[in-house]
């Protein structure tokens, strides 16, 4: 199979580069992802080699990863291979004792990796729909899924991609998915409290990051919600049933489940009532003043004019961006207006509600080169899992060539109470070395930064000046344009950050 190719050209490991281990990859032993160069490497051991070329050998996998619906993955050859050592989740470890790998494979690079809880409800339930057809194709195949976590798929811009190659193995006869109590936890629950209770799940997967318990939801879904779609079976059965095995090995769970007669089909069955059952958890957030801010937001014609022009220019008046992050993002139309000049944009916005929304147009259009995240800047989302580094922090994954910054600073500075010095370090903190920064400043007279220090104490921010900015901006980089919009109250800039 060849690696789709997404704008940059598939490059052969190389043999100098230091394998690095993937921190979020450690729990199966059988397989672990590392990063050599700019390749994505799963070193397999004898047993998950052996799974992997059956796999690749279906008629299933193949037609899936064509359609874009799994990583591009390919074998390399031994010669080809680094030499990667076993690991652990905080890097190489020596002395372990565990065999060399048996193969080595690459996967395509995704473009920006995101958590489950950094997306919308629609792009939680699209990932379940994935997940669930995925191992609906691949059992009549003789294949299984050993788990069924969130964090088994990424995005290119709108569309879901299954990643966890190595989690894929011949399906024995009698036995239930293994993969069933993560889905639960990680995609189902979630998408439950949404369609059941109106409540956004993403604190409660950014709290846990093995997502949430059965016993936690029927505490939650009670009374005549036990009605309600999926909720008996899933949370009130699943949770009986796990307190029942609670001292019972998995292997006696499999030996009653065969004993009495669980079969292929049944399986089969499950994952198609499932699916049927994911398709009916709808959920729009309650739309908030976030929705209809780009009318609301006071620009005149001549304003938005002049910034567009300006945002266009700064895109394409030096090289090319591999990556943009749009802060702020809102409804996306300057990611749009980004997207046609650079790979590939992130468009934040802390609205649940607007990201659904960008989400859904997005992708009705087929979109592939914006991706919606749900992440308010003044809490972004921190390391998590093991030690705190299983998943990476957004700091962590930032690190773009450019970044946007539109009508967003007087919400932090003032909104927020951040000072201004933190919110401009955190916007140049936010791109690679060398990159640069597009950022709009508010004037304290413009009529939204009014309306926001009409609810603060009278004088506590006397540092929220156009000058004070400009110089925090000159000790970040240089400033290299910067344009006064028609309405006087509004100043964009563009800064070519230091090294």
Not at 402 to 417: F, Q, W
Request: charged residues 25%; aromatic residues 8%; glycine residues 10%.
């Amino acid at each position: 199979m060849v690696i789709p190719d997404l704008g940059r050209a598939s490059r052969a490991a190389r043999p100098d580069a230091e394998p690095r281990a993937e921190p979020g990859s450690f729990r199966d032993p059988a397989n672990r992802v590392f990063h050599a160069g700019g390749d994505v490497l799963r070193a397999l051991d004898e047993t998950a080699a052996a799974h992997w070329r059956a796999l690749a050998g279906s008629t299933f996998f193949p037609h899936l990863v064509a359609a874009g619906k799994i990583c591009g993955t390919e074998e390399l050859p031994a010669a080809a291979s680094p030499a990667i050592p076993p690991a652990t989740p905080a890097g190489p470890a020596a002395g372990s004792g565990q065999p060399a790998w048996a193969a080595v494979l690459r996967h395509e690079r995704i473009p920006f990796v995101s958590h489950p809880y950094e997306w919308s409800h629609a792009m939680l339930r699209d990932a379940a729909l994935l997940h669930l057809e995925i191992l609906r194709t691949a059992l009549p195949a003789g294949f299984t899924t050993k788990d069924g976590s969130a964090y088994n798929v990424q995005w290119r811009g709108s569309r879901p991609v299954f990643i966890d190659v190595g989690s894929f193995a011949p399906i024995r006869d009698g036995e239930p998915w293994a993969g069933y109590r993560q889905f639960c936890q990680t995609l189902l629950y979630p998408l439950l409290l949404g369609a059941h209770l109106g409540v956004d799940f993403q604190p409660w997967l950014r709290a846990r990051v093995d997502g949430i318990e059965a016993e936690q939801m029927s505490r939650l879904l009670r009374g005549l919600r036990r009605l309600s779609p999926g909720v008996l079976t899933h949370v009130h059965l699943h949770h009986s049933v796990q307190r029942r095995n609670a001292g019972r090995s998995t292997a006696d769970v499999r030996t009653q489940l065969r004993d009495a007669g669980y079969t292929r089909e049944l399986a089969l069955a499950t994952v198609r009532g499932m699916e049927k059952l994911v398709r009916r958890l709808e959920y729009r957030p309650p739309a908030s003043h976030w929705v209809d801010y780009q009318r609301t937001c006071g620009y005149s014609e001549a304003d938005r004019a002049g910034k567009e022009r300006f945002v266009t220019a700064a895109l394409t008046g030096v090289r090319r961006s591999r990556l943009v992050l749009d802060l702020g993002a809102n409804d996306g139309h300057y990611s749009r207006l980004a997207a046609r000049h650079a790979d590939y944009v992130v468009a934040v916005e802390q609205d649940p509600a607007v990201v659904d929304r960008l989400y859904r147009t997005l992708r009705d259009e087929g979109d592939r080169r914006v991706l919606p995240l749900v992440l308010d800047l003044a809490d972004p989302s921190p390391g998590g899992g093991w030690r705190g580094i299983e998943r990476a922090s957004f700091a962590a994954r930032a690190g773009a060539d450019t970044v946007l910054a539109l009508a967003l600073v007087h919400h932090l500075a003032i909104g927020r109470n951040v000072p201004l010095p933190e919110v401009v370090a955190c916007l140049a903190g936010c791109a690679a070395p060398g990159g640069r920064l597009v950022v709009e400043f508010v004037h304290p007279d413009d009529p939204m930064a009014v309306r926001l220090l009409a609810n603060k104490p009278d004088g506590i921010f006397p540092d929220y000046r156009r000058d004070a900015f400009e110089a925090l901006l000159a000790g970040h980089g240089t400033v290299e344009e910067r344009l006064e919009l028609p309405s006087g109250t509004r100043t964009l800039y563009r800064v070519a950050l230091g090294g």
